[in-house]
């Protein structure tokens, strides 16, 4: 029987990743590769432990992602590789790619899974809505990454680590901001014209 997550820890993890490039930044900076490493080891070990009671599909972007991260952690180095540390938000928008367009090859898309855990019983135009949000975050997971990379290839650790540990994740909240808000006008649409 597993010994239940104290979600101090859960998140503690959670907040350790997302400043992930600044971790990176400073350990870079300072001199610190080998601490650098055996911390992020750690920390990529400590999140893939700690994923359990999720949407299998959550769970599996989160355990890949740590995997990933343990092994480019782990090629730095052994091939005294520093800049491997950068591919790491690339790979996660690789990663998040994957899922989110595959699942549009199945019957249910990530995102139609997602709102069935609120609404069960998903009207036709809601599993319609919820494929092209899936198909949207395809979109945004491709730009992402790619300014992600463009960031790697530039060189500048610290240019790297504002965007991928900041900007990064306002353009990830202002996509879900913006999905909010138009989710809300469809459905105040449907409600006000059901036969639209």
């Known amino acids: 029987m597993a010994l239940p997550v104290p979600a101090g820890l859960k998140f503690f993890s959670i907040l350790l990743l997302a400043l ?25 070990g400590l999140r893939f432990s700690l994923l359990r009671n999720l949407l299998p599909e959550l769970q599996k ?12 952690v782990s090629a730095s180095l052994l091939l005294e590789r520093q800049a491997l540390l950068l591919y790491y938000p690339v790979a996660v928008n690789g990663i998040f790619l994957l899922l989110f367009a595959t699942s549009l090859l199945t019957e249910q898309s990530l995102v139609e899974r997602l709102a069935r855990l609120r609404e069960p019983d998903l009207p036709a135009d809601g599993v319609s809505y919820t494929r092209r949000v899936t198909q949207a975050w395809c979109v945004f997971f491709i730009l992402n990454g790619s300014i992600a990379l463009v960031t790697v290839l530039l060189q500048d650790v610290r240019l790297w680590a504002l965007y991928n540990g900041f900007i ?8 879900m901001g913006v999905e909010w808000i138009v989710r809300r006008k469809v459905r105040n649409r449907k409600a006000t014209n059901p036969l639209s």
Request: aromatic share 16%; net charge neutral.
């Open 20 to 44: 992930y490039p600044f971790l990176v930044w400073f350990g870079l900076s300072s001199g610190q590769h080998m601490l650098l490493g055996f911390v992020l080891v750690v920390l990529f």
């Open 61 to 72: 972007i989160g355990q890949l992602g740590a995997v990933v991260g343990v092994l480019l």
């Open 168 to 175: 990064s994740y306002l353009l990830i909240a202002l996509m």
